[in-house]
């Protein structure tokens, strides 16, 4: 139990330098592939470069979530306890910005109320993981 623990507290430290380093090159490439399949499927739309990014940075950001949701888990049921915590809390805060933006921005609104959504609760797994198992 002990290595597993220094494992995943390895890999906790990795995957914090990775967010910070990584958040970007993923959002670049997110935005490339959008590009993309907008030039092969979408001629009918314009591509909205804006929309484009903030749905690029919603999906970067969750992709990082979703590794420290992993990291929480991986502590077995004390770090499972948490998930449906972090779900109720995501979508709450994604049904309260989707009725305070939707209605002035439209779909804009929509994509920004989800990157908002996203950016916040990216944080969640990691602040238990710093309070609760690796301290720093």
């Not at 001629?43 to 470069?49: M, N, P, T, V």
């Not at 004390?78 to 209605?103: C, D, R, T």
Request: positive net charge; proline residues 3%.
């Amino acid at each position: 139990a002990a290595a597993h623990t220094e494992d995943v507290g390895i890999l906790y430290r990795k995957a914090i330098v990775l967010r910070r380093k990584g958040v970007f090159l993923v959002f670049l490439a997110n935005l490339a592939l959008l590009w993309v399949l907008f030039q092969l499927y979408g001629r009918a739309f314009s591509f909205d470069l804006l929309m484009a990014a903030t749905i690029s940075l919603s999906t970067s950001l969750y992709c990082f979530r979703m590794v420290f949701g992993n990291i929480l888990a991986s502590r077995g049921i004390q770090g499972v306890w948490y998930g449906p915590l972090f779900a109720v809390a995501n979508a709450a805060l994604n049904v309260l910005l989707n009725l305070l933006l939707i209605p002035p921005l439209g779909l804009r609104g929509a994509a920004l109320a989800t990157l908002v959504t996203v950016a916040i609760t990216m944080n969640f797994p990691v602040f238990i993981l710093r309070k609760y198992f690796y301290g720093k």
